[in-house]
């Protein structure tokens, strides 16, 4: 190894090449500080706004209450979580949220199981189709869903909107799984069949064991991406099934009057996304690794 | 057990192909295992691209057939011409800044020690809502400058540096020889050095009349190399006074700046107002001189930046964006620095070549693919960008700002109520992701053959 060679290059770095070092280490940290407030300041004004009231936040900026502050009340979290209808859409987003990534997962890895190990005449042709559809917009099917729930009295449901979610997730979840359920050894495959196996039991017994980081890192992806979404629910929700992001951007046609709701509830729908987000991260990560192009 | 078994075939699922039986119920199997997500698929997915090329031909009723004739008006009608214009520089802007502003960071965050917490805070966007984004930016960039925080830092950055305009919205008293002409206020005839001009003034507010202003006093004769004169405010609260006489306690306006001009439009002279408000400008030749307070004295003040205004709107929506997928561009550039063999830069080093260049000439070549990858993975959706156009604008700028996939949403659902040429958008959209399907497919291709 050229570690002793390395030692002695480190040794001859003369004083001054060491302060510039120095320097230099000075500046880069500087620099990402300063970028890291610049990226901290617009979410911590809005969360210190969410903790100021309506009079305050009609008279001053945010950042008064850094030195006043007696000015910091959680009535807006209060009032919010006393709003019958705010407290709906949150719930509703549970409701979408939930259902639409475990049925991804479980429809996801039972199409991936297939493409991997099953073999059927075309599979190659089917799987082509499924890639092609991965970079499908989410706006072509806007219109020809809408009056097709319109037609089967789908339009305004949650169930609706769930489905909508689970169909334009596949085609990611079956890419990501497929690729990752073939990385499993053949061997083992084989074994497992050989020994009596069907299907189901290998499926069950062998891939899901073996796959669960790759479903881990779908289903965090996929609850971040419903969670989130707005566009797709702004269209399939009505008032009673709306999630909390199309509330939010109905509250931001007043924008103004209503900064103490908007941002509680902003805050609100940023809690659980951010705890899975900082719990999960590895994964999500992994799945945005996988090449995500959707 | 199983293991130990010598394996008559390959691995793989070829055993089934030599048994016909099997294979047979293999099919029925391989259905069950698929039939949910195809039949998803084909509903959802599949179905409405057909209806939605289909759709894109008719009409807004859906009877009259059109051909082309939508996808014509895409680029004649103002408004979804306006939105294809944006698409454009959104592609043009976002995905390179983001991708630059991601190398920049993985690169750096590799020299510092809280390189975990610099990651998170960039890549947290990432996790919510763009409705959140956008809440959190169309607060941060409000036009008061009271309320919004980037108008409220420029704001206090401009009083600090640069001259403020003292006497905001300031008229001349009429009838006393001086007249305001694009702002300037100034004599109707000209003045000869050793001569007072005085410059009695209205409409200033008393809160913006400083509190060191003193008395307005008549200035003294000055010497015949200079003229001389009081700028006050010719107003006492409550009446009283004489128009154009100083007096009655009327205040003196410091700070102004008075300019004697000659007849060529030269400024040869300047002075400042005295707390009482008078001047003197010495070391004039003889001759005659317009004397004027320019205009800068009476410009209302900087109060900040229509951000959210026409202009800027976009501007502000590609920030916010780059503020949530530089984040993106830099974990997944990040994780590309971090797989990379660093034998070739560390000989490099040894060989004495500069950090610049042995990032430009190993690291970042080196890098090209992972860059690529997340350059087009931004563009593609770029192009589809949706929630924050629509949440950050205000109603009367949305026009200015909005994109092909908003115009979609306002021409089909949210009151165009034209879901012909809404069709013909979203296939619009189709066309300009297709290459990345193609290289999706190919790339696909490529790794089945290996």
């Not at chain 1, 190659?124 to 089967?152: E, F, H, N, R, T």
């Not at chain 1, 797709?232 to 709306?242: D, E, K, Y």
């Amino acid at each position: 190894m050229s570690v002793p060679g390395l030692t002695i290059v480190k040794g001859k770095t003369s004083g001054a090449a060491r302060i510039l070092q120095f320097l230099n280490h000075g500046l880069v940290n500087l620099v990402l500080a300063i970028v890291a407030i610049f990226w901290l300041v617009p979410t911590i004004g809005l969360f210190i706004a969410s903790l100021r009231s309506s009079t305050d936040n009609s008279q001053s900026g945010w950042w008064d209450a850094l030195t006043k502050p007696a000015q910091l009340t959680l009535d807006n979290y209060a009032n919010l979580l006393s709003n019958s209808q705010f407290m709906g859409s949150f719930w509703n987003t549970i409701m979408i949220t939930v259902p639409a990534t475990v049925l991804v997962v479980v429809i996801g890895s039972l199409a991936g199981y297939a493409f991997s190990w099953l073999k059927f005449p075309g599979r190659d042709w089917l799987l082509l189709a499924v890639i092609v559809m991965l970079a499908v917009p989410v706006q072509l099917a806007l219109i020809p869903i809408a009056s097709l729930y319109g037609k089967i009295g789908l339009f305004g449901s949650i169930i609706g909107v769930i489905l909508f979610h689970v169909a334009f997730g596949l085609p990611f979840a079956i890419f990501l799984l497929r690729n990752f359920f073939t990385q499993v050894p053949g061997e083992l495959m084989e074994a497992a069949r050989l020994d009596g196996a069907s299907e189901w039991r290998i499926f069950s017994g062998v891939i899901l064991p073996l796959g669960m980081p790759a479903i881990a890192s779908l289903g965090i992806f996929q609850f971040l991406w419903v969670w989130n979404d707005m566009l797709v629910a702004l269209i399939f929700t009505n008032a009673t099934s709306q999630p909390v992001t199309v509330a939010i951007q109905s509250q931001l046609r007043q924008f103004g009057a209503n900064i103490d709701v908007l941002s509680s509830g902003a805050f609100l729908s940023m809690i659980i996304p951010l705890i899975v987000f900082f719990a999960f991260q590895r994964y999500f990560v992994t799945a945005l690794l996988a090449g995500s192009q959707r | 057990m199983a293991t130990d078994i010598v394996l008559p075939v390959e691995p793989g699922t070829e055993a089934g192909e030599k048994r016909p039986p099997r294979r047979r119920s293999g099919l029925w199997i391989a259905a069950g295992f698929l039939a949910p997500a195809l039949v998803l698929l084909g509903v959802l997915v599949a179905y409405p691209v057909i209806y939605s090329i289909w759709r894109s031909l008719y009409d807004a009723s859906g009877q009259n057939f059109l051909g082309l004739g939508n996808y014509v008006t895409m680029f004649t009608d103002p408004g979804t011409f306006t939105a294809i214009k944006n698409n454009v520089i959104w592609v043009v802007v976002a995905p390179i800044t983001c991708t630059i502003l991601g190398l920049i960071f993985a690169v750096l965050m590799d020299k510092v020690k809280w390189a975990i917490a610099f990651k998170l805070i960039i890549f947290m966007p990432m996790a919510i809502s763009m409705v959140a984004a956008g809440v959190i930016f169309r607060t941060t960039f409000q036009e008061n400058p009271n309320l919004g925080a980037v108008n409220a830092g420029l704001v206090s950055i401009s009083k600090a540096f640069s001259h403020q305009s003292a006497y905001p919205g300031a008229r001349p008293r009429t009838q006393e020889g001086i007249t305001q002409t694009g702002g300037d206020i100034a004599t109707d005839s000209t003045v000869s050095p050793g001569a007072v001009q005085n410059f009695p003034l209205i409409a200033i507010k008393p809160a913006d009349v400083p509190g060191s202003a003193k008395d307005a006093v008549v200035a003294k004769n000055p010497a015949s190399d200079a003229i001389a004169g009081t700028v006050w405010l010719d107003f006492v609260r409550g009446g009283g006074g004489t128009n154009g006489e100083p007096g009655d306690g009327k205040k003196g306006l410091p700070g102004v700046k008075v300019e004697a001009v000659d007849s060529s439009g030269k400024v040869v002279g300047t002075a400042t107002t005295a707390d009482d408000g008078t001047y003197a400008i010495s070391g004039l030749a003889k001759g005659s001189y317009t004397v004027t307070l320019p205009a800068s004295n009476f410009a209302p003040p900087f109060n900040g930046v229509s951000w959210l205004g026409p202009q800027l709107v976009t501007a502000v929506i590609i920030l916010s964006y780059v503020w949530i997928w530089a984040g993106f561009a830099m974990v997944m550039i990040a994780s590309g620095l971090s797989a990379m063999d660093r034998s070739l830069q560390e000989a490099a080093r040894m060989d004495g070549a500069s950090e610049w260049k042995v990032f430009t000439r190993i690291t970042a070549p080196l890098l090209s693919p992972v860059l690529i990858v997340v350059f087009v993975t931004l563009i593609i959706n770029v192009l589809k960008i949706f929630d924050l156009v629509y949440v950050i604008p205000p109603p009367s700028s949305l026009p200015d700002a909005t994109v092909i996939a908003v115009q979609m949403w306002t021409v089909s659902f949210g009151g165009g109520n034209n879901q012909g040429l809404g069709s013909a958008l979203a296939v619009l959209l189709l066309i300009l992701v297709l290459p990345s399907m193609i290289i999706n497919v190919r790339r696909f291709r490529e790794d089945r053959d290996r």
